[in-house]
């Protein structure tokens, strides 16, 4: 019994031979659809102009200057961010500076300094709460952690009355990654 007597339909052959579709006769226009391929120009790859290309000065550039609004902060607007910038680092660590950084870092050059000495500072001691937690292997990580944990308190404590103050405060310690 073949497969079209099972399924109830009479079996149809294609030119092919092959069972399925019911079209018998090809159609007429079956043709292979054109290509829109245009090959490349015969005189191959043109090289750009001779004055497209300059070699940088020795040494390389120098990092831009950095851009500052044409608006100026107050002075109580600035010392309220350079505020944040210090004492939002004991509940959200490098996170606070961060974002002061991000939003008014550009706005004002006190805010900027206070926001990346902050932030170079909370850097420098999430590395060291990270070896506390692997020295806890070994116990002493058990003592540093809360030893790292009291100076970042009293640090950012100190930091925040100098910018209440209106003063700069560079922090005792600090990796100077972000400048």
Known sequence: MSIAHRSGFPALRNRAGFYGSSMSEPDSNNQPPQDQYQPPPA????????????????????????????????????????????????????????????????????????????????????IGYIAS????VVLIGFITLPAIWILAVVFAIMATMAASSGKPYKYPFALRLVK
Not at 106 to 114: F, Q
């Open 133 to 136: 937690y692997i020295l806890m």
């Open 43 to 126: 005189n191959g790859y043109q090289a750009p102009p001779s004055n497209g290309y300059q070699a940088p000065p020795q040494g390389g550039y120098p990092p831009p200057p950095p851009q500052y609004s044409g608006q100026p902060m107050r002075p109580d607007e600035e010392r309220t961010w350079s505020l944040l910038a210090h004492v939002g680092t004991i509940i959200l660590g490098f996170i606070a500076p961060l974002i002061v950084l991000l939003v008014k870092g550009n706005e004002s050059p006190t805010v900027r300094a206070h926001a990346v000495e902050s932030l170079n500072f909370q850097i420098t001691a999430s």
